[in-house]
């Protein structure tokens, strides 16, 4: 961390909410009076799960939509339209296929009408600087993952941000090319290499967030708002071995899976509704962990992050995966924990035709959908009703992406449990072979 004493924010996000229309009569809220500040030498990391708003957010502070209600404060100005002063770095490198390296990196100083020599003069130093000094002139075919990404950080650094944005800049790379990349942009940043004065990190792995950052804001979902912040107060550079480093990525999961109840309130299983954002998660990795907890060196409890290590996943794998089982009520999740219950121990025990049946008693009992489709078809003389029938209900709380994921997930949960039958040439669903 820079010299932070008395920083003053460069940034102030103040109870900004934002919603988009869903149709005629509903909006559906996306962020939730979100308050923040980024201060004068900080790196902020904004840590949640897909759908908590996070690069929603980052649209709104480049000034590229504007918020339903509150307002964004940048050097003491209101944000209202494109910010200059601000750059991103994309998850997908966003680079142009037909332009050299020099070429992208100099598309923006082009477009603030930087002059010819002074823009070609700063994109060398910029290139230079990354680490590509010698690919001026390749296309981005020629160049790895890695090296396509440090394209699209010299493209911004190039325009002299006064905050650098990063959605995800690392995700797409392997863990090699993203750790020594990390390590570089680090290394620009405290030796002060670049005029930024802070960054915003959007990530969803919390490991990184560690590492990086001075402060980390947990977002939570549906919709997005900022449910806790932690200081990360860890010299560089940091060892994510380092016991102080480990409590900290351990107090993250626990936030991060700890609902708004009173630690001496008894724990209480997630429940949904009709409408809920299932997510997409195939039987087979439902299956497989629990069978990983129920080895007998884990006793059917498990820490998280020693959980995600194991099976080498990040927070948007893994998360899902234990919201399930936590629905489902065939496992406990909190305060940084997975525990099985007794029906997830008995499950990952039996043989296929037991598993279905506990399953298919789960789905019924614990998730509304299940329980619609069910009725619907037994209620009906021929025990059938086309897809569309249960897409159009689902859009009543859902957009129609979303409801299609949902209805497909479902679909592939029900028969698996044998509660219902699928044709995928007709899209009807059935109960020719009930369970």
Sequence with gaps: MRNMTKAEPILTIRNLSKAFRKDSNQDLLVLDNVNLELREGEIIALLGKSGSGKSTLLRHIAGLIPGTSGEIIYRNKK???????????????ALMPWLTVLQNVEL?????????????????????IIGLDGFESAYPKELSGGMRQRVGFARALVVD????MMDEPFSALDVLTADNLKSDLLDLWKTKKTKTS???LVTHNIEEAVMMADRVLIFGSNPGRVRAELTIDLTHP??????????????????????YVSHSAAYRHKTIGMGYHLPDVPVSELTGLLEVLAEPEYKGRMDLPELADLLSMGVDDLFPLTEVLEILRFAKVSRGDIELTEAG???ANADILKRKQLFANHLLRY??????????LDDRPGHRASEERFLNELEDFLNEQESEQVLTTMIDWGRYAEIFAYDYNTGILSLENPS
């Design 161 to 164: 941000p006064d905050i650098l």
């Design 238 to 259: 940091r060892n994510d071995v380092d016991p102080k480093f480990r409590k900290l990525v351990d107090n993250i999961y626990t936030l991060m899976t700890t609902a």
């Design 108 to 128: 923006g100083l082009e477009a603030l009408g930087v002059p010819r020599k002074e823009r070609r003069q700063r994109a060398l130093k910029a290139i230079d």
């Design 345 to 347: 121990r008995e499950f």
């Design 367 to 376: 998730v509304p959908l299940a329980q619609h489709i069910r009725r619907v």
């Design 198 to 200: 802070g960054i915003i």
């Design 79 to 93: 944000v209202a339209g494109p910010v200059h002063g601000i750059a991103m770095v994309f998850q997908n490198f």
